[in-house]
């Protein structure tokens, strides 16, 4: 079985940073897609950024690039996600996700098989 813990949410002001982390275990990650998703209040659950564990290959939401930072360190099997520029309609709660038959369509919530429990991160304006 396979558990996810984030943590690294909190409170910042706009323009702030904050870097969440994904501790994973419970077997190897090698063929494993892992990603970060987000969900506001009222909102679906909405892909923020993944990759690929074994590759290293990186996808990012639009509204994302070049403000949020995906990395893994293999060695720890743990996933960051460094988020700069943050804004007020960045907050949310994050979740960090991984499935281990990646398929064509990784922007989907319903594409991976697990879930951490959610961190909140809440932008100030």
């Known amino acids: 079985q396979v558990e996810l813990v984030e943590s690294g949410g909190g409170l910042v002001q706009a323009g702030g940073s904050l870097r969440l982390s994904c501790a994973a275990s419970?077997?190897?990650?090698?063929?494993?897609?892992m990603g970060w998703f987000r969900q506001a209040p009222g909102k679906e659950r909405e892909h923020v950024a993944r990759?690929?564990?074994?590759?290293?290959?990186?996808y990012y939401s639009d509204f994302v690039r070049g403000r949020f930072t995906i990395s893994r360190d293999i060695s720890k099997s743990i996933m960051y996600l460094q988020m700069n520029s943050l804004k007020p309609e960045d907050t949310a709660v994050y979740y960090c996700?991984?499935?281990?038959?990646?398929?064509?369509?990784?922007?989907?919530?319903?594409?991976?098989?697990?879930w951490g429990q959610g961190t909140q991160v809440t932008v100030s304006s």
């Open positions: 419970g077997r190897a990650f090698s063929n494993y897609a």
């Open positions: 990759i690929m564990w074994n590759t290293g290959t990186i």
């Open positions: 996700a991984a499935v281990s038959r990646p398929g064509p369509v990784l922007t989907s919530s319903r594409a991976y098989d697990y």
